[in-house]
Each structure stands twice: as structure tokens, then as C-alpha cells.
């Protein structure tokens, strides 16, 4: 099972690092702690609540839970949980999980738009709360699976980054496990025994992208252990000059202008010219 001190050395060691490197809590803060009953955000609200103990900020934290309407769902589970570690604490109740079934068709992946729904509803309860930052439990292996999630299949290189202010200015969300691995918090939650809640709307949904994406993170990580590691630092070391973004390059005083090697007017292949080569550089 894992000695659950040294899991959570290691858990708080790391969250500390990212709160340092991203600035993600300061002094005066009011936090947010999404929970939402699985192993993540049980996890996040407990390492937040020890590194409190010590900080050299002063800040609070506000344990949310969302109760999204699925039959059955066991909030006072979650709410027992909160009263038992002594966390401030707000319990919300909103029926997305009927619009989810109505708005995607059967068999299509749920997760967009209920996360889309959820982050609304958390956005507007954080504003109501007076809570100026909003922290989600995401660690290292949602960051690189969603960094080749957007590569393989949006053709984007992006992934959740650590602190995030949202679209219309309100709130600021910040992610403080992004450095911690899956696996350290799969065995300190399971020692720590926190009354884990499985999401029955989209955690029996067959063949998702991200499913697959972390099946071959496992197949690649078996045969080289550091691959994980190695795609959360290439976050961090990003090298602009050896990418294909003309946008960014020019920022960057790399490009621009006419191109001498086109006609005048003519435009470039671009994207089409990049879909149609194959990885050997001939044309499809």
C-alpha cells in the first residue's frame, strides 16, 4: 500500500514546488477547492489543508462539492468526509447530468460538456463565495495526456496549465498538483481510505480518446520508466525556434515579411501542405 508519510512528503514536496514555480497561492487568498469525491480532489483538499499548517501565506480554503444530479449519487458521503477533517465547507446541488443526456447522443464521450457545465457552475459559486482562485485537483498525467490528446487529435500543441485566468476575468484557477504523479496519489488516497465516489456518468464509457492516450503512456512507461517525467519537463522547456508556429516565430523576430520563394500573391501551402506529407516527408 505505500507508507502514507512518505506518500505525503512527496505529494506536499511537489504541490510546494508548483505553488512557488506558478505562483499559485498568495497572501489573503480565498481558495476554492473543488471536491469531487474521487481520489484527486480528496487528495488536493488534504495536502492544501497541511501546507495551510505551515505556509508563509495566509490563506483559506472553501471545500465545494457539486452534486451534478446523477441517480444515486451520494453527496452526503463527500459531506461526512468534510465535516470530519474540519474544512469550511459548501455543498451545491445542479441537474446537469439530465442536460448531458440530452444534449450528446449515445455513445458519444460525455466529459466535454459536463466538465463545461461543472466549471460554469464553479465559476459562479467561487464569484458568490468571494473566492478570488479556484483549485482543481489535475495532476502530472492529465498534463501530458492532454498534451498529446490536443497533438493527436486537434493538432495543437497545448495542455491545462498550472494558473489560468478565465475568459471573462472573474476568477483565477489553478491546478497545485501538476507535479505530482498519479500513482503517489492513487496510494496515498487508498491509505489514506477516503471514501472515494465513482463518477457513473462517463467512468464506464468504452473506447475514450483519453483512456487510449493513457494506455500507451503505460505500454511506453514500461518499457521506459522516465517517459512521464520526461513529457511534463518538455512543458517546461519549450524551444520556440524548432517549432512550426509562424505566428509565434514572428513574435520572436524569426520570421516574417515576404517570402522570396513564392510568387507575388501566391500563398502559402500551409496546414494543407502539412496534412498532405507523410512522416517521410513524401506527399500522400
Request: aromatic residues 4%; proline residues 6%.
Amino acid at each position: 500500500m505505500g507508507d502514507p508519510k512518505k506518500l505525503e512528503r512527496r505529494l506536499l514536496r511537489a504541490t510546494a514546488e508548483a505553488i512557488r514555480d506558478f505562483d499559485l497561492v498568495a497572501d489573503g487568498d480565498s481558495i476554492l477547492v473543488a471536491v469531487s469525491g474521487g481520489k484527486d480532489s480528496y487528495t488536493l483538499l488534504h495536502v492544501l489543508m497541511r501546507l495551510r499548517e505551515r505556509a508563509p501565506a495566509d490563506f483559506e480554503l472553501v471545500a465545494v462539492n457539486l452534486d451534478q444530479g446523477q441517480p444515486g449519487y451520494p453527496a452526503g458521503v463527500v459531506e461526512d468526509h468534510f465535516r470530519s477533517v474540519g474544512v469550511p465547507y459548501r455543498m451545491l446541488r445542479k441537474d446537469t447530468y439530465s442536460v448531458v443526456r440530452r444534449l450528446v447522443p449515445e455513445g458519444k464521450t460525455t466529459c466535454p460538456v459536463c466538465s463545461r457545465l461543472r466549471r460554469g457552475i464553479l465559476y459562479n459559486a467561487a464569484v458568490e463565495m468571494g473566492c478570488n482562485k479556484i483549485a482543481l485537483g489535475h495532476h502530472r498525467e492529465d498534463l501530458v495526456e492532454t498534451l498529446l490528446l490536443s497533438a493527436l487529435y486537434s493538432g495543437a500543441l497545448k495542455s491545462m496549465p498550472p494558473r489560468l485566468r478565465s475568459d471573462d476575468g472573474r476568477n483565477i484557477v489553478i491546478r497545485p498538483l501538476c507535479y505530482a504523479a498519479e500513482d503517489d496519489i492513487a496510494a496515498f488516497a487508498r491509505a489514506m481510505r477516503f471514501p472515494i465516489v465513482p463518477c457513473d456518468l462517463c467512468g464506464a464509457q468504452p473506447n475514450l480518446r483519453r483512456r487510449r492516450v493513457k494506455e500507451l503512456l503505460a505500454q511506453l512507461s514500461a518499457e521506459h520508466p522516465a517517459v512521464k517525467g520526461n513529457l511534463l519537463n518538455a512543458l517546461g522547456k519549450v524551444v520556440p525556434s524548432h517549432l512550426l508556429d509562424r505566428g509565434l516565430l514572428a513574435r520572436l523576430g524569426e520570421a516574417g515579411g515576404p517570402d522570396p520563394w513564392l510568387d507575388e500573391g501566391e500563398e502559402p501551402c500551409g496546414e494543407e501542405a502539412l496534412v498532405a506529407l507523410g512522416s517521410d516527408g513524401q506527399r500522400n
